[in-house]
Protein backbone atom coordinates (compact mmCIF):
# COMPACT_ATOMS: atom_id res chain seq x y z
CA UNK A 1 0.00 0.00 0.00
CA UNK A 2 1.38 3.20 -1.03
CA UNK A 3 2.06 5.42 1.93
CA UNK A 4 1.45 9.30 2.69
CA UNK A 5 3.09 11.60 4.82
CA UNK A 6 1.44 14.84 6.53
CA UNK A 7 2.29 16.97 9.64
CA UNK A 8 1.29 15.73 12.38
CA UNK A 9 -0.32 19.09 13.38
CA UNK A 10 -1.27 22.49 12.28
CA UNK A 11 -2.78 26.23 13.38
CA UNK A 12 -4.83 28.30 12.06
CA UNK A 13 -7.39 31.39 13.23
CA UNK A 14 -11.00 31.04 12.66
CA UNK A 15 -11.87 32.67 9.29
CA UNK A 16 -8.67 32.42 7.95
CA UNK A 17 -7.78 30.01 4.95
CA UNK A 18 -5.59 26.81 5.57
CA UNK A 19 -3.25 24.73 3.46
CA UNK A 20 -2.96 20.74 4.56
CA UNK A 21 -0.53 19.68 2.81
CA UNK A 22 0.11 15.37 2.08
CA UNK A 23 3.09 13.90 0.64
CA UNK A 24 2.82 11.08 -1.46
CA UNK A 25 5.72 9.87 -3.37
CA UNK A 26 5.66 6.40 -4.02
CA UNK A 27 1.71 7.03 -5.79
CA UNK A 28 0.97 5.05 -8.92
CA UNK A 29 -0.90 5.63 -11.94
CA UNK A 30 -4.30 4.41 -10.53
CA UNK A 31 -4.43 5.85 -6.92
CA UNK A 32 -6.96 7.71 -5.82
CA UNK A 33 -6.03 10.48 -3.24
CA UNK A 34 -8.95 10.57 -0.71
CA UNK A 35 -8.85 13.19 2.43
CA UNK A 36 -11.11 12.18 5.64
CA UNK A 37 -11.26 14.40 8.61
CA UNK A 38 -12.57 12.84 12.46
CA UNK A 39 -13.84 14.69 14.72
CA UNK A 40 -13.83 14.38 18.48
CA UNK A 41 -15.82 11.61 19.52
CA UNK A 42 -17.00 10.74 15.53
CA UNK A 43 -16.16 8.21 13.02
CA UNK A 44 -14.06 9.50 9.96
CA UNK A 45 -15.77 11.61 7.59
CA UNK A 46 -15.38 11.86 3.71
CA UNK A 47 -14.36 15.13 2.70
CA UNK A 48 -12.93 14.83 -0.72
CA UNK A 49 -11.03 12.85 -3.04
CA UNK A 50 -9.10 13.52 -6.86
CA UNK A 51 -6.93 11.81 -9.44
CA UNK A 52 -5.76 14.07 -11.66
CA UNK A 53 -7.60 17.48 -11.24
CA UNK A 54 -8.00 19.91 -8.74
CA UNK A 55 -11.72 18.99 -7.59
CA UNK A 56 -13.99 21.36 -5.74
CA UNK A 57 -17.01 20.64 -3.04
CA UNK A 58 -18.84 22.38 -0.71
CA UNK A 59 -15.99 21.41 2.28
CA UNK A 60 -12.76 21.90 0.77
CA UNK A 61 -10.94 21.92 -2.70
CA UNK A 62 -8.27 19.58 -3.17
CA UNK A 63 -4.95 20.78 -5.72
CA UNK A 64 -2.73 17.94 -6.94
CA UNK A 65 0.36 18.40 -7.97
CA UNK A 66 1.31 18.34 -11.47
CA UNK A 67 3.68 14.57 -11.09
CA UNK A 68 0.88 13.44 -8.20
CA UNK A 69 3.20 13.16 -5.79
CA UNK A 70 1.97 15.47 -3.37
CA UNK A 71 -1.59 17.17 -2.95
CA UNK A 72 -3.09 20.12 -0.33
CA UNK A 73 -6.11 20.36 1.32
CA UNK A 74 -7.92 23.90 1.27
CA UNK A 75 -10.67 24.65 3.64
CA UNK A 76 -11.08 28.07 2.42
CA UNK A 77 -12.14 29.61 5.85
CA UNK A 78 -12.04 27.43 9.13
CA UNK A 79 -14.15 27.84 11.53
CA UNK A 80 -13.78 26.61 15.17
CA UNK A 81 -16.14 23.21 13.71
CA UNK A 82 -13.11 22.25 11.18
CA UNK A 83 -10.88 21.45 14.46
CA UNK A 84 -10.18 17.60 13.56
CA UNK A 85 -7.21 15.27 12.63
CA UNK A 86 -7.46 15.73 8.60
CA UNK A 87 -6.09 12.59 6.92
CA UNK A 88 -4.91 11.80 3.50
CA UNK A 89 -5.14 8.15 2.00
CA UNK A 90 -4.06 6.73 -1.13
CA UNK A 91 -6.68 4.97 -2.22
CA UNK A 92 -5.75 1.63 -4.23
CA UNK A 93 -7.94 0.56 -7.88
CA UNK A 94 -6.87 -3.10 -7.26
CA UNK A 95 -7.46 -3.50 -4.07
CA UNK A 96 -10.26 -2.65 -1.89
CA UNK A 97 -8.76 -0.92 0.79
CA UNK A 98 -8.54 2.39 2.62
CA UNK A 99 -5.60 2.40 4.58
CA UNK A 100 -5.21 5.24 7.20
CA UNK A 101 -1.94 6.78 8.15
CA UNK A 102 -1.31 9.05 11.15
CA UNK A 103 -3.18 11.89 9.51
CA UNK A 104 -2.69 16.11 10.83
CA UNK A 105 -4.48 17.37 13.73
CA UNK A 106 -6.05 20.88 12.96
CA UNK A 107 -6.10 23.47 15.90
CA UNK A 108 -8.34 26.58 15.16
CA UNK A 109 -8.61 28.88 17.05
CA UNK A 110 -10.82 31.88 17.81
CA UNK B 1 -31.04 7.68 4.83
CA UNK B 2 -27.63 8.60 4.77
CA UNK B 3 -26.10 7.20 7.36
CA UNK B 4 -24.31 4.08 8.74
CA UNK B 5 -26.01 2.91 11.72
CA UNK B 6 -23.49 0.80 14.89
CA UNK B 7 -25.06 -0.57 17.78
CA UNK B 8 -25.01 -0.55 20.69
CA UNK B 9 -22.58 2.55 20.89
CA UNK B 10 -20.90 1.23 24.25
CA UNK B 11 -20.18 -1.72 25.26
CA UNK B 12 -18.65 -3.66 28.44
CA UNK B 13 -17.77 -7.19 27.96
CA UNK B 14 -15.72 -9.82 30.25
CA UNK B 15 -13.16 -11.99 28.69
CA UNK B 16 -15.70 -15.11 28.74
CA UNK B 17 -18.37 -13.16 27.53
CA UNK B 18 -20.03 -13.46 23.78
CA UNK B 19 -21.37 -10.44 22.24
CA UNK B 20 -21.90 -9.09 18.93
CA UNK B 21 -21.71 -5.52 17.18
CA UNK B 22 -24.07 -4.47 14.71
CA UNK B 23 -23.65 -2.21 11.87
CA UNK B 24 -27.13 -1.31 8.99
CA UNK B 25 -27.27 1.16 6.58
CA UNK B 26 -29.81 1.78 3.81
CA UNK B 27 -27.63 3.69 0.98
CA UNK B 28 -28.13 0.35 -1.68
CA UNK B 29 -23.81 0.56 -0.49
CA UNK B 30 -22.73 -3.16 -1.94
CA UNK B 31 -19.64 -2.70 0.40
CA UNK B 32 -19.18 -2.86 4.20
CA UNK B 33 -15.43 -2.55 6.46
CA UNK B 34 -15.10 -3.45 9.72
CA UNK B 35 -12.01 -0.93 11.42
CA UNK B 36 -10.32 -0.69 14.98
CA UNK B 37 -9.17 2.23 16.20
CA UNK B 38 -7.01 2.28 19.74
CA UNK B 39 -6.91 5.79 21.16
CA UNK B 40 -5.00 8.67 19.77
CA UNK B 41 -4.65 6.83 16.61
CA UNK B 42 -5.74 5.95 12.96
CA UNK B 43 -8.29 3.47 12.30
CA UNK B 44 -7.07 -0.12 11.28
CA UNK B 45 -8.62 -1.77 8.53
CA UNK B 46 -9.92 -5.27 10.10
CA UNK B 47 -12.79 -6.83 7.27
CA UNK B 48 -13.75 -6.16 3.78
CA UNK B 49 -17.21 -7.12 2.27
CA UNK B 50 -17.79 -7.14 -0.84
CA UNK B 51 -21.45 -7.60 -2.36
CA UNK B 52 -21.73 -9.84 0.75
CA UNK B 53 -18.84 -11.83 0.39
CA UNK B 54 -15.77 -11.55 2.67
CA UNK B 55 -13.09 -9.99 0.42
CA UNK B 56 -10.09 -8.85 3.07
CA UNK B 57 -9.28 -10.08 6.61
CA UNK B 58 -6.10 -7.97 7.73
CA UNK B 59 -5.02 -11.00 9.43
CA UNK B 60 -7.24 -10.58 12.32
CA UNK B 61 -7.68 -13.06 15.20
CA UNK B 62 -10.57 -15.62 15.07
CA UNK B 63 -11.85 -14.15 18.32
CA UNK B 64 -13.10 -11.40 16.15
CA UNK B 65 -15.66 -13.34 13.16
CA UNK B 66 -17.60 -11.10 10.81
CA UNK B 67 -20.90 -12.04 9.10
CA UNK B 68 -22.95 -10.38 6.56
CA UNK B 69 -26.44 -11.48 6.60
CA UNK B 70 -27.68 -9.04 4.17
CA UNK B 71 -26.44 -5.95 1.98
CA UNK B 72 -27.45 -4.06 4.12
CA UNK B 73 -26.76 -5.32 7.67
CA UNK B 74 -22.52 -6.27 9.00
CA UNK B 75 -21.99 -7.73 12.28
CA UNK B 76 -19.09 -8.66 14.01
CA UNK B 77 -19.29 -11.52 16.64
CA UNK B 78 -16.40 -11.06 19.63
CA UNK B 79 -15.60 -13.93 21.72
CA UNK B 80 -12.72 -14.48 24.07
CA UNK B 81 -11.35 -10.92 24.04
CA UNK B 82 -8.62 -9.83 25.65
CA UNK B 83 -8.24 -6.19 27.76
CA UNK B 84 -5.93 -5.30 24.51
CA UNK B 85 -8.92 -5.47 22.47
CA UNK B 86 -10.30 -2.32 24.09
CA UNK B 87 -11.11 0.16 21.38
CA UNK B 88 -13.43 1.87 19.20
CA UNK B 89 -14.84 -0.15 16.54
CA UNK B 90 -15.75 1.31 13.50
CA UNK B 91 -18.22 0.24 10.57
CA UNK B 92 -18.59 2.00 7.15
CA UNK B 93 -19.65 1.52 3.34
CA UNK B 94 -18.96 2.24 0.24
CA UNK B 95 -21.07 2.39 -3.49
CA UNK B 96 -19.27 -0.89 -4.74
CA UNK B 97 -16.67 -2.96 -3.87
CA UNK B 98 -14.45 -1.46 -6.15
CA UNK B 99 -15.41 2.24 -4.57
CA UNK B 100 -12.59 4.12 -6.08
CA UNK B 101 -14.71 6.68 -7.30
CA UNK B 102 -16.95 6.93 -4.00
CA UNK B 103 -16.21 7.97 -0.57
CA UNK B 104 -16.86 5.65 2.33
CA UNK B 105 -19.15 6.84 4.85
CA UNK B 106 -18.86 5.65 8.31
CA UNK B 107 -20.34 5.29 11.67
CA UNK B 108 -19.59 6.78 14.64
CA UNK B 109 -18.31 3.08 15.85
CA UNK B 110 -18.77 1.32 19.01
CA UNK B 111 -16.71 1.68 22.25
CA UNK B 112 -15.57 -1.28 23.54
CA UNK B 113 -14.18 -2.12 26.70
CA UNK B 114 -13.21 -5.76 27.80
CA UNK B 115 -12.70 -6.26 31.86
Known amino acids: DAKTTQPNSMESNEEEPVHLPCNHS???????IHWYRQLPSQGPEYVIH???SNVNNRMASLAIAEDRKSSTLILHRATLRDAAVYYC???????????FGTGTRLQVFP | DTEVTQTPKHLVMGMTNKKSLKCEQH?????MYWYKQKAKKPPELMFV???????INESVPSRFSPECPNSSLLNLHLHALQPEDSALYLC??????????????FGSGTRLTVV
Open chain 2, 92 to 105: ASSQDGGGTHYGYT
Open chain 1, 26 to 32: TISGTDY
Open chain 1, 50 to 52: GLT
Open chain 1, 89 to 99: ILRDVDTDKLI
Open chain 2, 27 to 31: MGHRA
Open chain 2, 49 to 55: YSYEKLS
